[in-house]
């Protein structure tokens, strides 16, 4: 089991891109079903997704050297509430919006990291553009859904995902059109959380964009990993570098 998930052999690649597959599968399905709430398909598949997800998570615990400290992992507890939020339909239950935090496990995974770098070059030219983008989606699709999920029975303003999606958004941008609004304290402090947190992660994904490109290189003596496109010398401490290249830019 160990070997599956942390070799580095062909079926581990495949077994983890296999699981960032169903990863983006369960987003897309969360998105889908915020519109479909009363299909009766739904709690079905609801369960099969959280067994799912439920073993993964044994696997990773039976697998893990330091139980505890896997355990207090904010990534281990989103799970854990995302699988809570998934087999709670067999009891009739609904905590739809906690299913989300699913995504918060999406690229968080160093051999998978490691495995898209050698296996997409692209992935490899634009890693941090990359990252820093779906840091920034999983941000807006976590915070649309605790917004929907708490605010969507009691706020006319929230009618479904796309409503809530709108808020978070132009919350985030700080436009503040005004025409949705959320209710009650919990519902201020979401927004408050959406402004600080949100305009950060943006930010960051803007000072990526602009900024002058670099490529990932480590250097052998002081270990700096990104670097000028035509460097020949670490800046950090002058060592010589060997950036692979076509020569073109």
């Known amino acids: 089991m160990r070997d599956i998930y942390e070799g580095e052999s062909d079926a581990a690649s495949r077994f983890r891109y296999g699981l960032l597959y169903f990863d983006i599968g369960t987003i897309l399905y969360v998105v889908a079903t915020s519109f479909a709430s009363d299909d009766r398909t739904v709690p079905v598949v609801d369960v099969v997704i959280g067994l799912i997800i439920l073993m993964d998570f044994c696997a990773r615990f039976a697998i893990s050297k330091r139980k505890v400290r896997f355990l207090v992992n904010p990534i281990s507890l989103a799970d854990l509430l995302s699988i809570g939020s998934f087999l709670i339909a067999i ?5 739809g919006f906690l299913r989300v935090l699913r995504t918060l496990r999406l690229l968080h995974t ?4 490691d495995r898209l770098r050698s296996d997409v070059p692209f992935f490899r030219e634009k890693e941090e553009l990359l990252i820093a ?11 649309t859904g605790l917004i929907y999920g708490t605010q969507h029975q009691t706020n006319p303003d929230i009618g479904n995902y796309v409503d809530a999606l709108y808020f978070t958004v132009s919350t985030l941008t700080t436009t503040g059109y ?6 009650g304290t919990f519902g201020r402090l979401i927004s408050v959380g959406v402004m600080i947190i949100g305009v950060t992660l943006f930010l960051r994904l803007a000072q990526v964009i602009f900024r002058p490109r670099k490529v990932r290189q480590p250097c052998r003596v002081c270990g700096l990993t990104h670097h000028d496109v035509d460097a020949v010398h670490c800046k950090h401490c002058g ?8 020569g073109v830019y």
């Open 133 to 143: 983008s779906i840091n920034l989606a999983v941000f807006l699709f976590v915070m």
């Open 178 to 183: 005004g025409d949705v609004i959320l209710e």
């Open 91 to 95: 009891a009739g239950g609904s905590a």
């Open 110 to 113: 160093y051999q998978l990291l």
């Open 239 to 246: 060592a010589t570098i060997n950036i692979a290249t076509d």
